[in-house]
């Protein structure tokens, strides 16, 4: 399922057919897809992604602009639809129901989509929040109006809609903007049960129980830990500094393919109150040096070179690398695992 979320937080938001149609009486025992696209030749595929691969898989073919799938869910849930095995995909949000789909290939992005009610909530949270799509870009630059108006549409939504299962997305959303554990679990516990125990549900409460590991907000325990030198640095000496505590290693080819991103945040900005310590998770004290030089990292590293084991990481609970934390002057994390542009868009917000 995990390779559906990361699908279903990355694909377009499509223009929905917002034509009010007569719904079909619900389907107690399954589904009914019952489509009209034109522009395909017959025999063109139709099938759903893999919830776990993101592979397609086959349900039926179109003959005549027109398909048919039938199935069963034993509850409603996100899935992805797609054409010929080819995107663009096609994200639906599937019930028991009776539903429509038309359109014409050349404008897949505006197919509608109608009869289930579970997608009718979908496109009523995601049509929402497209204004503020922008601040989940990669490139996003932060946007506190767009970030404050995600965290209260997606609060909405829930509070509204707290049977829906459409309710989970919006809190994935809201944990994506915010890094606001304790919100996203303070909504998590307005969901219905059997929406608490779905496949998106449960993924929410992974998330919010990982979120309580290194919340934002808490204090950061002094640790001391020895230089590329032999000498202990003791991380309180860096109180008063916006500091990004930084685990990485130099057999991580993620941490390495990360670093010129820090190096350009530090180059920016350590003159400005903000410095850098890097925890290594390596055993090998020459390959730890070795790519400090290469990568060209200028500020403050340390490391007791116990691999996974390291005392520091295990304080913590750093359990895959790269990670980072990002502490203010008084020793509270403000912010956590930003990576390309985020950690540059964050201190530009801080220092602007």
Same mark, same amino acid.
């Given at each position: !399922? +995990?390779?559906?979320?990361?699908?279903?937080?990355?694909?377009?938001?499509? $223009?929905?057919?917002? #034509?009010? +149609?007569?719904?079909?009486?619900?389907?107690?025992?399954?589904?009914?897809?019952?489509?009209?696209?034109?522009?395909?030749?017959?025999?063109?595929?139709?099938?759903?992604?893999?919830?776990?691969?993101?592979?397609?898989?086959?349900? @039926?073919?179109?003959?005549?602009?027109?398909?048919?799938?039938?199935?069963?869910?034993?509850?409603?849930?996100?899935?992805?639809?797609?054409?010929?095995?080819?995107?663009? %995909?096609?994200?639906?949000?599937?019930? *028991?129901?009776?539903?429509?789909?038309?359109?014409?290939?050349?404008?897949?992005?505006?197919?509608?989509?109608?009869?289930?009610?579970?997608?009718?909530?979908?496109?009523?949270?995601?049509?929402?929040?497209?204004?503020?799509?922008?601040?989940?870009?990669?490139?996003?630059?932060?946007?506190?109006?767009?970030?404050?108006?995600?965290?209260?549409?997606?609060?909405?939504?829930?509070?509204?809609?707290?049977?829906?299962?459409? &309710?989970?997305? &919006?809190?994935?959303?809201?944990?994506? %903007? @915010?890094?606001?554990?304790?919100?996203?679990?303070?909504?998590?516990?307005?969901?219905?049960?059997?929406?608490?125990?779905?496949?998106?549900?449960?993924?929410?409460?992974?998330?919010?129980?990982?979120?309580?590991?290194?919340?934002?907000?808490?204090?950061?325990?002094?640790?001391?830990? *020895?230089?590329?030198?032999?000498?202990?640095?003791?991380?309180? $000496?860096?109180?008063? +500094?916006?500091?990004?505590?930084?685990?990485?290693?130099?057999?991580?080819?993620?941490?390495? !393919?990360? /670093?010129?991103?820090?190096?350009? %945040?530090?180059?920016?900005?350590?003159?400005?109150?903000?410095?850098?310590? $890097?925890?290594?998770?390596?055993?090998?004290?020459?390959?730890?040096?070795?790519?400090?030089?290469?990568?060209?990292? @200028?500020?403050?590293?340390?490391?007791?070179?116990?691999?996974?084991? /390291?005392?520091?990481?295990?304080?913590?609970?750093?359990?895959?690398?790269?990670?980072?934390?990002?502490?203010?002057?008084?020793?509270? #994390?403000?912010?956590?695992?930003?990576?390309?542009?985020?950690?540059? *868009?964050?201190?530009?917000?801080?220092?602007?």
């Amino acid at each position: !399922m +995990k390779k559906i979320f990361i699908l279903l937080l990355v694909i377009p938001i499509f $223009s929905f057919s917002q #034509i009010k +149609k007569k719904t079909e009486p619900h389907i107690q025992n399954g589904f009914v897809i019952t489509g009209d696209v034109t522009g395909f030749p017959n025999g063109t595929a139709v099938s759903f992604l893999n919830d776990e691969t993101g592979q397609p898989e086959q349900q @039926t073919t179109i003959e005549n602009a027109k398909f048919v799938i039938k199935g069963q869910m034993p509850q409603p849930s996100f899935k992805v639809l797609v054409f010929g095995n080819q995107p663009p %995909a096609v994200p639906l949000f599937l019930d *028991n129901s009776n539903i429509k789909i038309s359109g014409d290939k050349n404008t897949i992005d505006k197919l509608s989509i109608t009869g289930s009610p579970s997608h009718e909530q979908y496109k009523e949270y995601v049509n929402a929040i497209q204004p503020y799509l922008k601040i989940f870009g990669d490139d996003a630059v932060y946007d506190s109006n767009a970030t404050n108006a995600v965290e209260k549409i997606s609060s909405d939504f829930v509070k509204k809609h707290p049977a829906s299962y459409v &309710a989970p997305l &919006a809190i994935i959303r809201l944990i994506q %903007a @915010t890094q606001n554990g304790l919100k996203a679990e303070e909504l998590y516990k307005l969901m219905a049960g059997p929406v608490q125990a779905s496949q998106l549900g449960q993924y929410v409460n992974q998330q919010i129980q990982e979120s309580k590991i290194n919340a934002i907000g808490s204090v950061v325990k002094d640790f001391s830990q *020895n230089d590329t030198s032999g000498k202990a640095v003791n991380f309180s $000496s860096f109180r008063g +500094k916006y500091v990004l505590l930084d685990f990485w290693a130099s057999w991580c080819r993620p941490c390495r !393919m990360e /670093n010129p991103n820090v190096v350009a %945040a530090y180059n920016k900005f350590h003159d400005k109150n903000f410095t850098i310590l $890097s925890v290594s998770l390596d055993q090998a004290k020459p390959a730890w040096l070795n790519a400090i030089q290469m990568d060209g990292l @200028t500020w403050n590293h340390v490391s007791d070179l116990k691999g996974w084991n /390291n005392e520091v990481a295990g304080l913590f609970q750093i359990r895959s690398i790269p990670q980072n934390l990002l502490i203010d002057p008084q020793g509270k #994390i403000i912010a956590k695992n930003l990576r390309g542009p985020l950690l540059e *868009n964050k201190l530009d917000q801080i220092f602007k």
